[in-house]
């Protein structure tokens, strides 16, 4: 099986676990900690188009584990975070890698909000080498060993 066919199906099983664990993930945390991840994925080499962005941004509000919240709470949260990784990409990361690391405390949103990062990053079919070493970053932020996401 092809490395790609092989991150799809992984994509795909990530987001049917995402959406079994729906009702579990309802905090606060995991919603910034994921849409910090989703701004961290888009702009994950360092600038993030307008397109880019538009893709992004619907992918939040078709994902239905993130339905758990208002969209137009979700798009504040990620259009905060992709402002701050615009205005100095590096001291940016490192605030939107803290806010991701909120989420360390339940294990189980922790994993969620890496599966969002992957699902996300995969989701242009093509899961690129940059958006990998933010998530893996972000893995390491909530304590978790990469090489479990295929990382």
């Given at each position: 099986m092809a490395l790609w066919d092989r991150f799809?199906?992984?994509?795909?099983?990530?987001?049917?676990?995402?959406?079994?664990?729906?009702?579990?993930?309802k905090s606060g945390a995991?919603?910034?900690?994921?849409?910090?991840?989703?701004a961290l994925v888009a702009a994950a080499d360092g600038s993030v188009d307008p397109s880019e962005r538009s893709r992004v941004a619907s992918l939040i509000t078709a994902n239905e584990v993130l339905q758990n919240f208002p969209a137009a709470d979700l798009q504040r949260r990620f259009d905060e975070n992709i402002g701050k990784l615009q205005?100095?990409?590096d001291f940016g990361k490192v605030g939107v890698l803290q806010e991701i690391a909120k989420a360390k405390k339940k294990p189980a949103e922790a994993r969620a909000v890496i599966q969002i990062?992957?699902?996300?990053?995969?989701?242009?079919?093509?899961?690129?080498?940059s958006e990998q070493a933010v998530v893996r970053e972000a893995c390491y932020a909530l304590g978790l060993p990469p090489h479990e996401f295929d990382l």
């Open positions: 799809k199906e992984s994509a795909a099983t990530m987001q049917t676990q995402l959406t079994a664990k729906k009702n579990d993930l995991f919603r910034d900690a994921s849409m910090a991840m989703c205005a100095d990409f990062g992957i699902v996300i990053g995969g989701a242009d079919g093509d899961f690129d080498k």
